[in-house]
């Protein structure tokens, strides 16, 4: 079994300081959080980033002031979120990837999203799956519900996207598809033989969605964006404190944990 990548979404765009005081929201204490989760077990820092009063943005100033702190500190792959906020027009979201990270989220679908809709029409899609292609960045395809794998396969039939894929199911969303083993199974046997797959729980399903992922032979993603909770009741104290629990558990049954480079090997990254 190829050894374990650990995703760490460090801030989001829904969770707030009210939500847990420990959310990282300026450059700086986003840079520290992807240090120590590196220094944790992390290899990809799944990014998100916030403007002066908190809010969620893409602006691309914002974002290369982030990425070159992290990576000051950091060998970690620093995956730039396209997915924004809910009501963020398509360019918006794209603006980040003219600064080539080494990845980037492709949602390949629309989902309702709690109480709003996450717009993924197909002329979004493939724009930004175009813009991907113009800048070297590796996708990660997310998936929120199972038809969002059939439509990621057609991007490779038009030439947007190149096989081997990866792909993250993004599960427990209120809207889409549910946290249940059931559905993790199901997801993954959808997937075209040969790819790769992480899994993002939503809130309480994060650790049991994680155990399977280590015993199956994906990967996992953990942190305050899909999560605050370190168990029912108790705040995490910071998004490390996840990450090192997914480490023991990969511990405990004999998987070992990529480095960031044994991650890019994997996902067939070229270190830049």
């Known amino acids: 079994m190829e050894k374990l990548i650990i995703t760490a979404a460090l801030t989001g765009a829904e969770t707030t300081k009210e939500h847990n005081p420990n959310l990282p929201v300026t450059p700086q204490e986003i840079a520290d959080a992807a240090y120590e989760a590196e220094q944790a077990g992390a290899s990809i820092i799944h990014l998100h980033v916030r403007d002066r009063d908190g809010r969620p943005t893409q602006s691309v ?7 070159s702190l992290i990576q000051k500190k950091c060998r970690a792959i ?5 997915g924004g906020a809910v009501g963020m027009t398509a360019e918006e ?9 080494e990845m980037a989220t492709l949602t390949t679908g629309t989902v309702n999203f709690g109480d ?5 029409p197909p002329e979004y899609i493939e724009h930004f799956a175009q813009k991907m292609k113009e800048n070297g960045v590796k996708p990660e395809i997310e998936v929120f519900e199972a038809g969002m794998i059939k439509n990621a396969l057609a991007l490779v039939k038009k030439g947007l996207i190149q096989m081997p894929l990866h792909f ?4 427990g969303v209120p809207g889409g598809i549910p946290g249940e083993p059931r ?3 199901y997801l993954v046997e959808s997937i075209p033989a040969g790819s790769t797959w992480t899994v993002a729980g939503i809130g309480r399903y994060e650790l049991t969605l994680g155990a399977m992922a280590i015993i199956m032979g994906g990967h996992v993603r953990v942190g305050f964006e899909d999560n605050i909770y370190y168990k029912k009741g108790e705040l995490a104290e910071s998004n490390a404190q996840l990450v090192e629990r997914i480490v023991r558990l990969a511990g405990e049954f004999g998987r070992e944990v990529a480095t960031p480079d044994e991650a890019r090997e994997i996902l067939g990254i070229k270190k830049r």
Do not use: C, H, Y
């Open 61 to 67: 100033e914002t974002f290369r002031q982030t990425i």
């Open 78 to 82: 620093i995956q730039v979120s396209t």
């Open 93 to 101: 979201r794209i603006a980040p990837i003219s600064l080539k990270p």
């Open 116 to 120: 709003g809709v996450f717009l993924n």
């Open 168 to 171: 993250d199911f993004v599960m």
């Open 183 to 185: 559905d993790l199974v």
